[in-house]
């Protein structure tokens, strides 16, 4: 679909988009928080995932548990409005800069998928390494917003 | 190595750090300026990697293209200080919040990977889709600092 990749020199310092897709035809995409910088999310894209996120400036992923183009915030209503789109040095990952005003980007029901830290220095055990929770309040009530839908947390 | 995962709750609402590694062994990374919180690069760890960046507090990836951990820095200088590390709600993603001072975190010689932005919008052409170049001085030579070194880069 996109531009054929056939030089090094090109995928890296040229204009084009030539993105890489991998063994599954997709793409590893981070959105942030346009305006705290925070990672809201990191999930993953096909072609035309990425051609409708460029087209509708509204992110699309592909949803590897339920197989499918992935309108985020199509069920939960929190749409990401997407600022800016970036592609890094060889062309296989992506970077959404997003508006989610005051919503959430994680099934969870927290503001960010990121909300636990691991602490760092020396590991005592790593069976029991304990994290710590940054975000305290869920901004919605999962059970409510997805009843029957599957949990897309595979183990 | 890990605490095992066998139960969704727990890898989502619990305090454990039960990362997924895929069918490689390898989790995503991504690294985020700790000051301006723009994204520098998109990597990935296996398992030992991100014990080492727990207890070294400097980040260490795995290097996909030659099979082998990689303390970032090593060959450049520009060693990514770690602030923080988070993982996210179904732990199968890593967020470094890094400090690289003046430095880059781009093998092409750039600050960011993420130099390039993707124009929003209908698309005209996809095989033809220009982008615009968003940092425009290399922080440094990468043929002078990695002489010998083979470029990382696929097609």
Chains 1, 2 share one sequence.
């Not at 029901?109 to 994290?131: D, H, T």
Request: hydrophobic share 30%; aromatic share 10%.
């Amino acid at each position: 679909m996109f531009k054929r990749r056939d030089n090094i020199k090109e995928v890296e310092e040229g204009k084009y988009l030539e993105p890489k897709f991998d063994e599954n035809g997709l793409i590893p995409v981070v959105a942030t928080d346009f305006k705290t910088g925070d990672i809201l999310m990191h999930g993953y894209m096909n072609g035309e995932a990425l051609k409708k996120t460029i087209e509708t400036k509204e992110a699309h992923y592909w949803s590897r548990s339920r197989k499918k183009i992935w309108h985020k915030g199509q069920i939960s209503g929190f749409v990401q409005t997407v600022k800016e789109i970036r592609i890094d040095d060889d062309q296989d990952s992506v970077w959404l800069s997003v508006d989610i005003g005051n919503g959430a980007s994680c099934h969870v029901g927290y503001r960010s998928c990121f909300y636990r830290s691991i602490p760092l220095g020396n590991i005592k055990n790593v069976q029991e390494l304990e994290m710590e929770f940054k975000e305290n309040k869920k901004i919605f009530d999962p059970k409510k917003v997805y009843k029957g839908e599957p949990n897309p947390t595979k183990l």
